[in-house]
């Protein structure tokens, strides 16, 4: 990776959309935080998979842990939230990840 880690927490590190910041992102700034320090490390397809798909349980646990005995509402709010932050990923993550075929020891 020719260029810095790049750690912002919740929204996009560069490109057009660097200055916007999704809905609740302070909320999330841990699970994303841990998010782009997975993306840095890098790997496969396969391992940027894993790494959005861990976003989206440690998205789920927190609002889960958070909401827990409050207003089911806000609870299935921000589960979906924690959806709709996995998909944008999915989506325009790709040119964020450290692709690479060697393993780092």
């Known amino acids: 990776m020719g260029e810095q880690s790049k750690v ?3 929204g996009a590190c560069s490109g057009f959309f660097a200055w916007l910041r999704p809905p609740h992102h302070d909320f ?3 699970e994303c ?3 782009d320090e997975l993306y840095n490390l890098g790997g496969s397809a396969a391992d940027r998979r894993k790494a959005d798909i861990r976003l989206f349980q440690d ?3 927190r609002s889960s842990a958070y909401f827990k005995g409050r207003k089911p509402s806000s ?3 921000f589960v979906l939230l924690s959806y709709l932050y996995y998909l944008a990923v999915r989506a ?3 040119g964020q990840f450290n ?5 780092r020891g």
């Open 8 to 10: 912002n927490g919740c």
């Open 28 to 30: 999330f700034v841990k």
């Open 33 to 35: 935080t841990l998010h």
């Open 59 to 61: 998205m789920v646990a």
């Open 75 to 77: 609870q299935l709010w």
């Open 92 to 94: 325009f993550g790709g």
């Open 99 to 103: 692709y690479h075929s060697g393993k």
